[in-house]
């Protein structure tokens, strides 16, 4: 069996920045072993499995360890291949997932996500998260899949080293730490050892906590963030009431086939 995989670099501007994702167009499902064992050996944060589905596609996200139920990047680039690669000539793209119907736009030069916002309570910090980082957070937030960390500035958010192992114990699947930022509105950076990815470049799912916090508390529905990891990404963020909207670019590094 032969399969396209295309290796894009979603929220960059220039290869060899943001989050690359595989993305794996099929035209029917294969085994869900076979798909994990495809993103294993991919290796990367995100691999994207689609095939066409009613009036759009039908999308699927493995990380190297596991199957989640949302990703941002990899929709991204799996929008990136079929606008750019695949002839899809609409401007919009429907993609049905486990978090329900994902809406993906072009907009000038941006590829626009239109994802669900997470709804987010206020909790105390729990221990093995608190005892994860060698600083201390402000604010801990519960949303849909992940902790959030509230810092007092960037510069603290670059000084984070967390304790991966430590982190594991935590039973979410990531933790996302944020802070105010002088140049952008706000910054952040994303660990999700407990799905096989210690740091991740840059990713979508956790801005929908971030965008509706930020939002809130600096009153504005349009916010520019930056991720700053070692590979870092811009997004241009966007509160649409329960609905956030996360743009950015994307540029393909690999067009391959994998032989199985």
């Known amino acids: ?12 501007e220039n290869v060899f920045e943001g989050n690359p994702a595989a993305v794996v167009p099929l035209n029917e499902w294969l085994p869900d072993m076979l798909m994990q064992q495809i993103a294993m050996e991919n290796n990367l944060s995100e691999t994207a499995f689609f095939v066409p589905f009613e009036s759009g596609f039908h999308i699927r996200w493995f990380t ?19 606008f750019n690669h695949l002839g899809f000539t609409e401007n919009e793209i429907s993609f049905n997932s486990l978090s329900g119907i994902l809406k993906v736009h072009r907009e000038n030069d941006l590829i626009v996500l239109d994802f669900p916002a997470s709804e987010m309570v206020e909790v105390e910090i729990p221990e093995a998260v608190a005892k994860a980082f060698n600083i201390t957070p402000k604010t801990c937030m519960k949303g849909r899949d992940d902790f959030m960390l509230v810092f007092d500035n960037e510069h603290e958010i670059e000084l984070l080293q967390p304790d991966f192992h430590q982190l594991v114990k935590s039973n979410t ?11 952008y509105d706000f910054v ?38 930056k991720q700053v990891s070692a590979r870092g990404g811009i997004l241009h963020c966007k509160m649409a009431g329960d609905r956030v909207k996360i743009g950015g670019n994307a540029v393909t590094f690999l067009i391959g086939e994998i032989n199985i």
């Not at 069996?1 to 960059?12: E, N, P, S, V």
């Not at 190297?64 to 079929?82: D, F, I, M, Y």
């Not at 699947?173 to 140049?183: A, E, F, M, Q």
């Open 1 to 12: 069996m032969k399969l396209a995989i295309y290796q894009i670099d979603a929220f960059a």
């Open 173 to 183: 699947r990531g933790v996302v730490c944020t802070s105010k930022s002088d140049k």
């Open 64 to 82: 190297p360890k596991t199957e989640v139920k949302l990703c941002g990047h990899a929709t991204q680039a799996s929008a990136h291949v079929l």
């Open 188 to 225: 952040s950076r994303f660990f999700a050892p407990a799905v096989g990815v210690n740091e991740d470049p840059v990713t979508g799912s956790v801005h929908t906590m971030l965008i509706p916090f930020w939002a809130e508390k600096l009153e504005k529905n349009e916010l520019l963030a």
